[in-house]
């Protein structure tokens, strides 16, 4: 039974069943004890009638006749009665049997006193270990409604009880869990939102400065051209920088629905790239794709593309002119790994863990285009579809992003 899975209820089960023996020993006992009472109760009023017929001259066999007759008769009845020695007789009036039931009572009193004590202790203990684990529950849990999780209920025991404990401490550790969840949600928020006003800042006060040169010289063509040019690609950096972050702040709200389908990696490279060759060739590099068999990945076609784009993207950024970008894919039996390497200036040693960070960017790329948030991007949406993302670089010789995924078993 579960009941006694509890180890101090099968402790006070053993107790009250060794009391229930305690108590019918002595019962039996008590029984022997008026069984003898009786006994020499009846002898010593045998003895002294004996001993009053005898001194009377009373033939010993009459005696013994009378002592051991079973049956009586009206005449003798009568004459005990006439005597006052009936059933209606005040017990206080027979001193033998009085003093008979004086130690009956006594005797009776006496152990169901002792055994009432032993086992009301037994009980109060049993209730006192129960109160104690009671008050510590409640101390604990009101340390976990003001928050304090450092504290735990006991569990070092089975039983329902413990179980109950345990259910809460379960409880205490989802509370906590959320707890910290939420306090990382709101440090989060407070540095993205500092983030986004800094990355925010650079292109509004550039707008700004353009806006009063191209108002100052509004009858210089070239003046105004220039700017206005300008003006443009600070818009359209804005509009990079506010895309990404919703696509991201979708991601993490779970609000995206990846729609997984089977497609050619090839095509999914191809697309990947689209708009990015054209930027290759204008700067003086190249995006080459391996010439390897067809292969297909189960993946979100639009989504991906993006994921792929984002890394050749920030390859080029760190390319110089004359560099190469190669992309190509390999299947294993469990994995089908999408590469993309380049020979620029790569990744400091100390930067490579955090790269996938948002808005993080390197000491060494300062000077770099970008607000860091593109590989961000990249990490949320591979692995929101069970992917892995991983990078490998060696300063001033290049790096390799790898995308794997799990094929199809």
């Known amino acids: 039974m579960k009941l006694f899975s509890d180890k101090q209820v099968r402790h006070l089960g053993v107790f009250l069943l060794f009391s229930s023996l305690l108590i019918f020993l002595s019962g039996m006992g008590l029984d022997a004890i008026r069984v003898k009472s009786v006994q020499h109760l009846f002898l010593s009023h045998d003895q002294a009638m004996a001993t009053s017929l005898l001194e009377q001259g ?10 051991t007759r079973k049956t009586s008769s009206p005449e003798g009845t009568a004459l005990l009665a ?5 059933e209606q007789t005040a017990i206080r009036f027979l001193p033998r049997v009085d003093e008979y039931q004086r130690g ?21 203990l049993f209730l ?12 604990v849990i ?8 450092s504290c735990r209920l006991p569990q070092m025991s089975e039983g329902a009880l413990y179980r109950l404990f345990a259910s809460v401490d379960q409880l205490a550790t989802n509370l906590q869990s959320k707890n910290d969840a939420e306090h990382k949600a709101k440090v989060f928020l407070k540095h993205t939102l500092s983030d986004i006003s800094h990355q925010l800042k650079t292109p509004l006060a550039a707008l700004t400065l353009y806006h009063d040169i191209i108002a100052d010289e509004p009858d210089n063509r070239d003046t105004v051209t220039e700017y206005t040019n ?14 990404s972050l919703l696509k991201i702040t979708r991601l993490d709200a779970g609000n995206v629905v990846f729609e997984k389908e089977r497609c050619p990696v090839s095509a999914l490279i191809e697309q990947a790239i689209h708009e990015l060759t054209t930027r290759a060739a204008n ?12 292969e297909a990945i189960l993946c979100d076609r639009q989504w991906t593309s993006e994921a792929i784009g984002n890394i050749v993207k920030n390859t080029l950024d760190y390319t ?8 190509s894919w390999k299947r294993t039996p469990a994995m089908l790994r999408i590469c993309i390497a380049d020979n620029g200036v790569g990744i400091a040693p100390e930067d490579v863990h955090h790269i996938f960070k948002r808005f993080y960017r390197s000491q060494h790329s300062l000077d770099t285009q970008g607000v860091g948030l593109g590989l961000s991007l990249t990490k949320s949406i591979i692995e929101g579809q069970g992917g892995i993302v991983s990078v490998q670089s060696t300063l001033h010789e290049g790096t390799a992003f790898t995308l794997s995924f799990l094929t199809e078993m």
Request: some cysteine; glycine content about 10%; charged content about 20%.
């Open 58 to 67: 009373v033939a010993p066999e009459v005696i013994a006749q009378a002592l």
């Open 82 to 86: 006439a005597i006052g020695l009936s």
């Open 104 to 124: 009956s009572r006594y005797a009776v009193l006496l152990t169901a006193t002792i055994l009432s004590l032993f086992i009301c202790g037994g009980v109060l």
């Open 128 to 139: 006192l270990r129960r109160d104690g684990l009671y008050q510590q529950a409640t101390k």
């Open 142 to 149: 009101t340390r976990y409604t003001e928050g304090d999780f």
């Open 230 to 243: 300008k003006t443009g690609l600070a818009l359209k950096r804005m509009d990079h920088l506010i895309a």
């Open 283 to 294: 700067e003086g590099k190249e995006i080459r794709i391996a010439a390897l068999p067809e």
């Open 320 to 327: 110089e002119s004359g560099g190469t970008v190669d992309i």
